[in-house]
């Protein structure tokens, strides 16, 4: 990897005006000439349209001041372009159609069941006013704690070639898929385990975490042997461990998400492997993406069944796939559960630390301490959609998880100071991060390190959990694959 002008894989002149212009356009311009159309149009879509301008210039502000040490995978930008491509894998048409399907909407009205959001249209308005500049105000904090640490120091590690890479890959993943073959038996079988899903995954799964965690990783060791592997998509036996690997952490743990991050990582490897951005492989996964969310959720979502209806499965009901995906996603646009959470906290009062106390103590079981707190995702449906009370004990069953933003659940647990804090300290992770990998640009397994970092781990307690279990064990992996030697000392 030596000479190589920039190797966070620099963006071109006409790319950078292209995301410029998607900003401005998709965030603003269309979603604004829609709204002054609208019956409802007013002095509050007025201000929310100010608000929404002011959080796509700071969100645009890297590649608006575009410096030549950036590019498309460093930490400043790559989060922007992830968030473009999460848009329009849920809302692919507004890229067509823009303003019967916009990607912002200014209106003030709400189709969400959140018990919080129903309030008055004044108020309703000044929460939505006030979510957005709370996100503005993350991203200015996360600015200051990026750009105010001029310089941060890099533990010196010691790195050799993999040994026995093709070997030590199949026999992880081999491993972690006979974890999960081991899970689906404990459900009596694949259907079984669909059928379980229904009741509710996290009632289901209740005790199992530790089981699913390393069920989930071998698409981590996938990821090592792409890097080092030469000709990757030309070798069956990596295609095969590939495919292997994903489909068992999306059987493992019953989310699509387990599956397609993984690929969104294997595509940002692929780009840097190649050094130029490849439109193929991205467009083919955002196709994928939206399969993966209407056929697996097709199969999953029949609550009133207790077999799986496999046909759903053929490629003849593809385009029900699709349609699926769609209805889903508008479905979760619509329940609005981030400003919900952020509603319920003005009225409902503060956490309190209580989701960041239950995940920094991830590896306490719950069996030693059953009340040990749950994930904001988990509060936010218990507190805004059915009703609850902070003060309340959660019960074991009945609840899931409704979606809560890293800037949101700082708010919830510690207002607009917690938002502050926790996103400056974001900020100096990143910085941490790029001097980390241009310390260490030549080691193949630290960009997966990097790139898993920073697309993967957002800010929010459960990404914290996430990232340090799957790190945790990638290094003892990288360990028996030759590649980490346990020598540490500065490193300046």
Same mark, same amino acid.
């Given at each position: 990897?030596?000479?190589?002008?920039?190797?966070?894989?620099?963006?071109?002149?006409?790319?950078?005006?292209?995301?410029?212009?998607?900003?401005?356009?998709?965030?603003?311009?269309?979603?604004?000439?829609?709204?002054?159309?609208? !019956?409802?149009?007013?002095? @509050? +879509?007025? $201000?929310?349209?100010? *608000?929404?301008? =002011?959080? %796509?210039?700071?969100?645009? #502000?890297?590649?608006?001041?575009?410096?030549?040490?950036?590019?498309?995978?460093?930490?400043?930008?790559?989060?922007?372009?992830?968030?473009?491509?999460?848009?329009?894998?849920?809302?692919?048409?507004?890229?067509?159609?823009?303003?019967?399907? !916009?990607?912002?909407?200014? @209106? +003030?009205? $709400?189709?969400?069941? *959140?018990?919080? =959001?129903? %309030?008055?249209?004044?108020? #309703?308005?000044?929460?939505?006013?006030?979510?957005?500049?709370?996100?503005?105000?993350?991203?200015?904090?996360?600015?200051?704690?990026?750009?105010?640490?001029?310089?941060?120091?890099?533990?010196?590690?010691?790195?050799?070639?993999?040994?026995?890479?093709?070997?030590?890959?199949?026999?992880?993943?081999?491993?972690? *898929?006979?974890?999960?073959?081991?899970?689906?038996?404990?459900?009596?079988?694949?259907?079984?385990?669909?059928?379980?899903?229904?009741?509710?995954?996290?009632?289901?799964?209740?005790?199992?975490?530790?089981?699913?965690?390393?069920?989930?990783?071998?698409?981590?060791?996938?990821?090592?042997?792409?890097?080092?592997?030469?000709?990757?998509?030309?070798?069956?036996?990596?295609?095969?461990?590939?495919?292997?690997?994903?489909?068992?952490?999306?059987?493992?743990?019953?989310?699509?998400?387990?599956?397609?991050?993984?690929?969104?990582?294997?595509?940002?490897?692929?780009?840097?492997?190649?050094?130029?951005?490849?439109?193929?492989?991205?467009?083919?996964?955002?196709?994928?993406?939206?399969?993966?969310?209407?056929?697996?959720?097709?199969?999953?979502?029949?609550?009133?069944?207790?077999?799986?209806?496999?046909?759903?499965?053929?490629?003849?009901?593809?385009?029900?796939?699709?349609?699926?995906?769609?209805?889903?996603?508008?479905?979760?646009?619509?329940?609005?559960?981030?400003?919900?959470?952020?509603?319920?906290?003005?009225?409902?009062?503060?956490?309190?630390?209580?989701?960041?106390?239950?995940?920094?103590?991830?590896?306490?079981?719950?069996?030693?301490?059953?009340?040990?707190?749950?994930?904001?995702?988990?509060?936010?449906?218990?507190?805004?959609?059915?009703?609850?009370?902070?003060?309340?004990?959660?019960?074991?069953?009945?609840?899931?998880?409704?979606?809560?933003?890293?800037?949101?659940?700082?708010?919830?647990?510690?207002?607009?100071?917690?938002?502050?804090?926790?996103?400056?300290?974001?900020?100096?992770?990143?910085?941490?991060?790029?001097?980390?990998?241009?310390?260490?640009?030549?080691?193949?397994?630290?960009?997966?390190?990097?790139?898993?970092?920073?697309?993967?781990?957002?800010?929010?307690?459960?990404?914290?959990?996430?990232?340090?279990?799957?790190?945790?064990?990638?290094?003892?992996?990288?360990?028996?694959?030759?590649?980490?030697?346990?020598?540490?000392?500065?490193?300046?």
């Amino acid at each position: 990897m030596n000479g190589r002008s920039n190797i966070f894989l620099e963006i071109t002149g006409p790319q950078r005006f292209a995301l410029i212009l998607y900003f401005f356009l998709y965030r603003v311009a269309f979603p604004g000439f829609n709204a002054v159309g609208s !019956p409802d149009f007013g002095p @509050e +879509v007025w $201000t929310l349209f100010a *608000a929404e301008m =002011l959080y %796509t210039f700071l969100l645009a #502000l890297p590649i608006l001041f575009y410096r030549r040490n950036y590019g498309w995978l460093h930490p400043l930008i790559l989060p922007a372009v992830l968030q473009i491509a999460i848009a329009v894998v849920r809302n692919p048409t507004h890229l067509i159609i823009p303003f019967d399907n !916009p990607l912002v909407s200014f @209106e +003030v009205e $709400t189709t969400s069941v *959140a018990i919080s =959001l129903g %309030t008055s249209y004044a108020e #309703l308005a000044t929460t939505r006013l006030n979510y957005k500049l709370v996100l503005a105000a993350a991203l200015v904090a996360y600015y200051v704690g990026f750009f105010g640490v001029k310089r941060t120091s890099v533990p010196k590690f010691r790195f050799g070639e993999p040994r026995n890479l093709t070997l030590i890959c199949l026999i992880g993943i081999a491993a972690t *898929a006979a974890v999960t073959a081991a899970f689906i038996a404990y459900f009596g079988g694949l259907s079984g385990l669909i059928a379980a899903m229904r009741g509710g995954r996290r009632a289901a799964f209740a005790g199992l975490g530790p089981i699913q965690d390393v069920g989930e990783f071998g698409t981590v060791i996938a990821l090592v042997w792409f890097v080092y592997a030469k000709r990757a998509f030309f070798n069956p036996v990596f295609l095969g461990g590939l495919v292997v690997s994903l489909v068992s952490a999306l059987l493992v743990t019953g989310s699509r998400s387990s599956l397609i991050a993984p690929l969104i990582t294997l595509v940002l490897l692929w780009w840097w492997k190649s050094r130029k951005v490849l439109v193929g492989p991205s467009l083919g996964l955002a196709l994928m993406a939206l399969a993966v969310v209407g056929a697996w959720g097709a199969i999953r979502q029949d609550y009133t069944s207790s077999q799986v209806d496999w046909s759903i499965l053929s490629l003849e009901n593809a385009t029900e796939w699709f349609t699926r995906a769609s209805e889903e996603i508008s479905k979760r646009n619509d329940e609005e559960g981030d400003v919900a959470a952020f509603a319920g906290a003005n009225q409902e009062g503060l956490l309190l630390g209580r989701s960041y106390v239950g995940s920094i103590l991830f590896f306490v079981p719950r069996a030693i301490w059953p009340d040990k707190p749950r994930s904001v995702d988990t509060y936010n449906m218990f507190i805004n959609f059915a009703g609850g009370s902070i003060d309340q004990k959660l019960p074991r069953v009945g609840v899931w998880g409704i979606p809560v933003s890293p800037q949101v659940e700082a708010f919830w647990n510690f207002h607009l100071p917690g938002v502050l804090v926790i996103f400056a300290a974001f900020g100096v992770f990143h910085r941490f991060m790029e001097s980390f990998i241009r310390a260490y640009a030549d080691v193949p397994a630290m960009w997966v390190v990097y790139v898993y970092i920073i697309s993967n781990f957002s800010g929010s307690a459960l990404s914290f959990v996430s990232t340090i279990r799957d790190l945790i064990f990638l290094i003892a992996f990288l360990a028996v694959l030759g590649v980490v030697r346990f020598r540490v000392s500065p490193r300046r």
